[in-house]
C-alpha cells in the first residue's frame, strides 16, 4: 500500500474546546503499526511535518500543524498481558477507558489515574497527566516500554533496557517520534472507598497535612463563589458540610483501597478502581496548571485564593488541588519534585488571560512547572532553567529527529 494514497486531504481542526486549530494539509488514520509507520516515513521524506493529536484533549498548541496530523484512534485495544509481572501492553490509541474495562476482566489495576478517562493513553501519558496522592507518581511513571516510529520509519524502543532513554520518552509531548504501543506496569485489582465532604478554607488548611498523610488519594477544589460549583459539574455536598458558608469553601476528597463490597450511598462510594476516579466535565473551560514543590502548595494556594478574591473575583472558577510524587521523567513536571498540582480556569469567550498571567507570576516564584496540555506561559529559557535534564533532551530529540520532523512551533520555541 502506498501510504501517500491512504491519507486524506487535509483541512481545520480544533482541539475539543475548541480554543486551539489549525489547517492541515494531510490527515492520517492508520489502523496498525506498520502503516503508521509508512505514513510517517513518506509524509517527512516529503519535508512534511508530522503531529499526532490524541483525544485533542490538550488546551495547549502541542497537536498543532500545517503538515501531516495523525488520529490514532483505528489503534486501539490491550496487545499483551503479562500476569506474572502484572503489566499490559497498549495500542497508543486506546482511551484510559477502554483500558480500565480489559483490566478490570483481567483482575487488574492501574497504579493510579486522573479525573478524565476519555483521553488517548500516549497523549495523556505523555504530557504529564497525573491523579492525586502524595506517594503516587504521575501516569506515566507507570510506563516501562514503549515503541516509538522514528522519521524513517523504523521503531525505537524504549524499556528498562535504557534507563536514559525510557525517562526521556515517558513524557516527551510526541517529540521523539509518533508512540504506537505503551506497556504499563499495573497492579493486582482492587477497590476504592471514595469520601466527600465540604469543609471552609481555613479548615482544609488546617487538615492538608494530616489528609495528604493519612489517605492514598487527597484533594480538594476551592470555590469562591456557590455559582463555582456548577462549572465542573460538582455535587452539592451541603448535607455533609461542616462549613454554613456557600463561598470560600473547599469540596474535598479522600479515597483509599478497600476490600468492602461495592456500595454508593450519600456521599461515599465504593467501587472497581477505573469507576472511582473519573469525574464528570464538560468541555466549558480553558485550564491552566502548575505543579508546585510541595512544601510550597499551602502558600500558594493561599497566595491565588486572594488574587482571585480581590483582584479577580468575576474568575469563578474552582481551583483544583491534587498531590503527585516525583519521578525520573527528564521533562516530567514532576521530575525529582514532590508536588502539589494547582490549576485554575478561564471562562471561553472571556478574555481570561491577565488573570491567567497573574497566576502564573505567583506560581513561578515558587519553582513551578507546567503540565505540557495545559495553558502555561513558559519559554525556552524557563524550560532551561526548571528542568534539570532540558539540555540532555534537546540533544537527544536533535538526535533522533534533525530535521524537526515532530516539532511545531510552540514546542520549537521550547524545545528545538
Given at each position: 500500500?502506498?501510504?501517500?494514497t491512504?491519507?486524506?486531504?487535509?483541512?481545520?481542526?480544533?482541539?475539543?474546546?475548541?480554543?486551539?486549530?489549525?489547517?492541515?494539509?494531510?490527515?492520517?488514520?492508520?489502523?496498525?503499526?506498520?502503516?503508521?509507520a509508512?505514513?510517517?516515513?513518506?509524509?517527512?521524506?516529503?519535508?512534511?511535518?508530522?503531529?499526532?493529536?490524541?483525544?485533542?484533549?490538550?488546551?495547549?498548541?502541542?497537536a498543532?500543524?500545517?503538515?501531516?496530523h495523525?488520529?490514532l484512534?483505528?489503534?486501539q485495544?490491550?496487545?499483551?498481558?503479562?500476569?506474572?509481572?502484572?503489566?499490559?501492553?497498549?495500542?497508543?490509541g486506546?482511551?484510559?477507558?477502554?483500558l480500565?474495562?480489559?483490566?478490570?476482566e483481567?483482575?487488574?489495576?492501574l497504579?493510579?489515574q486522573g479525573?478524565?478517562?476519555?483521553?488517548?493513553?500516549a497523549?495523556a501519558?505523555?504530557t504529564g497527566?497525573?491523579?492525586?496522592?502524595?506517594?503516587?507518581?504521575n501516569?506515566a511513571?507507570?510506563?516501562?516500554?514503549?515503541?516509538?516510529?522514528?522519521?524513517?520509519?523504523?521503531?525505537?524502543?524504549?524499556?528498562?533496557?535504557?534507563p536514559?532513554?525510557?525517562?526521556?520518552?515517558?513524557?516527551?509531548?510526541?517529540?521523539?517520534g509518533?508512540?504506537?504501543?505503551?506497556?504499563?506496569?499495573?497492579?493486582?485489582?482492587?477497590?476504592?472507598?471514595?469520601t466527600?465532604?465540604?469543609?471552609?478554607?481555613?479548615?482544609?488548611?488546617?487538615?492538608?497535612?494530616?489528609?495528604?498523610?493519612?489517605?492514598?488519594?487527597?484533594?480538594?477544589f476551592?470555590?469562591?463563589?456557590?455559582?463555582?460549583?456548577?462549572?465542573?459539574?460538582?455535587?452539592d455536598?451541603?448535607?455533609?458540610?461542616?462549613s454554613?458558608s456557600l463561598?470560600?469553601?473547599?469540596e474535598?476528597?479522600?479515597?483509599?483501597i478497600?476490600?468492602?463490597?461495592?456500595?454508593?450511598?450519600g456521599?461515599e462510594?465504593?467501587?472497581y478502581?477505573?469507576?472511582?476516579?473519573?469525574i464528570?466535565?464538560?468541555?466549558n473551560?480553558?485550564?491552566?496548571?502548575?505543579?508546585?514543590?510541595?512544601?510550597?502548595?499551602?502558600e500558594?494556594?493561599?497566595?491565588?485564593?486572594?488574587?482571585?478574591?480581590?483582584k479577580?473575583?468575576?474568575?469563578?472558577?474552582?481551583?483544583e488541588?491534587?498531590?503527585?510524587?516525583?519521578?525520573?521523567?527528564?521533562?516530567?513536571p514532576?521530575?525529582?519534585?514532590?508536588?502539589?498540582?494547582?490549576s485554575?480556569?478561564?471562562?471561553?469567550g472571556?478574555?481570561?488571560?491577565?488573570?491567567?498571567?497573574?497566576?502564573?507570576?505567583?506560581?513561578?516564584?515558587?519553582?513551578s512547572?507546567?503540565?505540557?496540555?495545559?495553558?502555561?506561559?513558559?519559554t525556552?529559557d524557563?524550560?532551561?532553567?526548571?528542568?534539570p535534564?532540558?539540555?540532555?533532551?534537546?540533544?537527544?530529540r536533535?538526535?533522533?529527529?534533525?530535521g524537526?520532523?515532530?516539532?511545531?512551533?510552540?514546542?520549537?520555541?521550547?524545545?528545538?
Amino acid at each position: 500500500m502506498d501510504s501517500r494514497t491512504s491519507r486524506q486531504a487535509g483541512g481545520l481542526w480544533r482541539n475539543w474546546v475548541g480554543n486551539q486549530a489549525c489547517i492541515v494539509r494531510a490527515r492520517g488514520a492508520p489502523g496498525s503499526e506498520a502503516e503508521l509507520a509508512e505514513m510517517v516515513h513518506a509524509a517527512t521524506a516529503e519535508g512534511m511535518a508530522v503531529r499526532c493529536a490524541g483525544s485533542g484533549h490538550s488546551f495547549t498548541p502541542v497537536a498543532l500543524t500545517s503538515g501531516l496530523h495523525l488520529t490514532l484512534s483505528g489503534m486501539q485495544g490491550v496487545t499483551g498481558i503479562d500476569r506474572e509481572r502484572k503489566r499490559v501492553s497498549v495500542a497508543a490509541g486506546t482511551t484510559i477507558n477502554a483500558l480500565g474495562k480489559v483490566l478490570k476482566e483481567n483482575g487488574l489495576s492501574l497504579i493510579n489515574q486522573g479525573d478524565i478517562d476519555s483521553q488517548a493513553l500516549a497523549g495523556a501519558l505523555t504530557t504529564g497527566t497525573h491523579g492525586t496522592g502524595a506517594t503516587l507518581g504521575n501516569m506515566a511513571s507507570q510506563i516501562v516500554g514503549m515503541r516509538i516510529v522514528q522519521p524513517d520509519g523504523s521503531i525505537l524502543i524504549a524499556d528498562e533496557s535504557n534507563p536514559d532513554l525510557l525517562n526521556a520518552a515517558r513524557v516527551s509531548i510526541g517529540m521523539l517520534g509518533v508512540i504506537s504501543e505503551i506497556t504499563l506496569q499495573a497492579m493486582d485489582s482492587y477497590r476504592l472507598h471514595e469520601t466527600l465532604w465540604r469543609c471552609s478554607f481555613d479548615e482544609c488548611m488546617e487538615q492538608h497535612d494530616e489528609l495528604a498523610a493519612r489517605h492514598r488519594h487527597f484533594g480538594f477544589f476551592w470555590c469562591p463563589v456557590p455559582e463555582s460549583r456548577h462549572c465542573y459539574c460538582l455535587p452539592d455536598t451541603a448535607s455533609v458540610s461542616t462549613s454554613t458558608s456557600l463561598s470560600d469553601v473547599c469540596e474535598m476528597k479522600i479515597i483509599d483501597i478497600t476490600d468492602a463490597d461495592p456500595m454508593e450511598a450519600g456521599f461515599e462510594k465504593i467501587a472497581y478502581s477505573s469507576e472511582i476516579y473519573p469525574i464528570e466535565y464538560v468541555p466549558n473551560f480553558h485550564e491552566l496548571e502548575y505543579a508546585v514543590p510541595v512544601r510550597y502548595g499551602k502558600e500558594a494556594c493561599r497566595a491565588v485564593r486572594e488574587l482571585m478574591l480581590t483582584k479577580h473575583p468575576t474568575c469563578i472558577y474552582p481551583i483544583e488541588y491534587r498531590f503527585t510524587a516525583g519521578d525520573p521523567g527528564w521533562i516530567s513536571p514532576f521530575f525529582e519534585q514532590d508536588s502539589i498540582t494547582l490549576s485554575v480556569s478561564g471562562q471561553p469567550g472571556t478574555d481570561y488571560w491577565s488573570y491567567l498571567s497573574d497566576v502564573d507570576a505567583i506560581l513561578r516564584a515558587f519553582g513551578s512547572r507546567p503540565h505540557w496540555g495545559k495553558l502555561h506561559f513558559l519559554t525556552g529559557d524557563d524550560v532551561t532553567a526548571l528542568y534539570p535534564r532540558a539540555g540532555d533532551f534537546r540533544a537527544l530529540r536533535e538526535k533522533l529527529d534533525p530535521g524537526g520532523s515532530f516539532l511545531n512551533d510552540h514546542l520549537r520555541q521550547l524545545f528545538g
